[in-house]
Every structure is written in C-alpha cells, then in structure tokens.
C-alpha cells in the first residue's frame, strides 16, 4: 500500500466546507468519490484541518492510502480532470506509511483579507469581507500583535461537537500580524493549531478594535467580536518538520 500526501487549492465559494457531509458538497467528499472511483474501493482522505463552508484554501495538506501503482504525475492528472475547475490538487508525493497531515502539522498559517475602498470589484468580492467604514488601522495593528504567545482561546472559540470531550483551548500563536497594503487590510497568523470560528472571531475582534469598542490594546480580549464573514478567510500554508514521523494521539481539529 502506498502513503501518498498531496497539496489541494480550492475555492470554498459552493463547498459545506473540508470535512464529509451526508447530501452535501464538501472537499473531502469531492476527493474520496474520485479516489475511490481509481482505486476501486472506498478511500479515505484526511486532511491538515478542516476548514468551514465557504472558507477557501491556497495550499491544504491531505494525505491517503491506496494500492493502484498509477505513476504520481498521471495520479494528479486525473484527479484534476474529474475535480470540479474550484478545487485542483497542486502537488503529489509519496509520503511515509504513518504520515498524518493534522497529527504531523508543526504549524499552520491563515490570512484574512478585508477590502477597504468604497467599490469592491465583483472579482474581488467573492473573497474579501467589504469593511468600508472609518477604522484605526494603527488600533487594529496594535491588538493583532498583543494575540500573539500562549492564550486560552475559549471566548473565540464557537461550540464545537468535540466539546464534551473536555479539550483543552489554550492554543499559542507563533505570530500574528496586520498589513495595511493600498485599499486593503491582511491579517496573517500563524499558529500551533487553531478552533472553530477561531481566526474569523478574531478578526471581527480587530475591527471593534479598529471602531474604539476595546479599550485594552496591549492584552486578549475578554470577549470576542462577531465573527468575520468566511469568505474572507485562506488556509495558507501547512508546515511540517525534517523527518515527519508520525503521531498516535487524537490530534487536536483545527478549524479556523
């Protein structure tokens, strides 16, 4: 059996989402009928994460187990005749028999982009949350750095199905940091795992920031703010380190 581990782009505009939903179209799922269909029998893809309805994706990690001998390059071929033109598999490559790409993930990096000018191209608007209203971009700025280190994530944190399990929601965050480029804002955090709604309650935290409505610029919020649209929100990168070995453990989901 082969270990194969591939990098997926996508556009998560029409998708319910990363993970398998019952009647619903979904990444995983867009994956799995395709793989399964070159196999022969069912495959099971796991993915780094998984990102929300309407999130989109630049570089996701996912990671399979088949037995077809198809040459990687003609593999990646046709996958991406089958796909959907939203989704393309980027890269294809053995990988070790116990690799995981969530349980092996050292670090991954979301953006948020926030479109500041009056008008919004309608290319533009299908990934970008439109805040035209006045801000304090040096406010925000000031709050993006003060996330960064190790914080209880829990006020931005929505509920989640693996609540019950008791895990914990200390989370630490390796940077986090606002641009400002003409007409636009990007936020960029990079981190050791992140929770569901985490990355959008953030940045809706940033906007009241950048409003006056958070008086503490120097310290995590108490509260979040409401939660940012997904269109805005890119999973960006995937890290992983020399000699990824892989894990047993339940691994923590990671849900932007």
């Not at 009647?23 to 796991?46: D, K, P, W």
């Not at 804002?185 to 809706?204: A, C, D, T, W």
Request: glycine letters at 10%.
């Amino acid at each position: 059996m082969r270990r194969i581990r591939i990098q997926v782009a996508y556009d998560g505009s029409a998708f319910h989402g990363w993970q398998v939903q019952p009647g619903l179209a979904t990444i995983q799922g867009a994956l799995e009928e395709i793989l399964s269909g070159i196999e022969g029998q069912a495959v099971h893809v796991a993915g780094s994460g998984r990102t929300d309805a309407g999130v989109h994706a630049l570089a996701q990690v996912a990671a399979f187990t088949m037995a077809n001998p198809i040459p990687l390059p003609n593999l990646r071929r046709a996958v991406n005749r089958l796909l959907p033109p939203t989704i393309r598999v980027l890269s294809v490559e053995e990988a070790a028999p116990g690799f995981h790409p969530r349980f092996d993930a050292t670090a991954k990096t979301y953006q948020y982009r926030i479109w500041r000018a009056e008008v919004c191209s309608p290319f533009d608007w299908p990934y970008v949350h439109h805040y035209p209203y006045r801000l304090d971009e040096g406010r925000m700025m000031r709050l993006a750095a003060a996330i960064a280190g190790e914080h209880d994530f829990t006020p931005f944190a929505a509920s989640d199905e693996r609540d019950a399990e008791g895990q914990s929601k200390v989370r630490t965050v390796f940077s986090s940091v606002l641009e400002n480029p003409p007409g636009r804002l990007i936020y960029r955090i990079r981190g050791s795992g992140f929770l569901k709604h985490m990355v959008r309650n953030l940045v809706g935290t940033l906007i009241e920031a950048g409003k006056g409505n958070i008086a503490d610029l120097d310290s995590l919020p108490q509260r979040s703010g409401p939660t940012a649209p997904a269109k805005g929100l890119f999973l960006e990168s995937v890290e992983y380190g020399p000699g990824t070995r892989s894990r047993t453990g339940p691994g923590t989901p990671d849900c932007g």
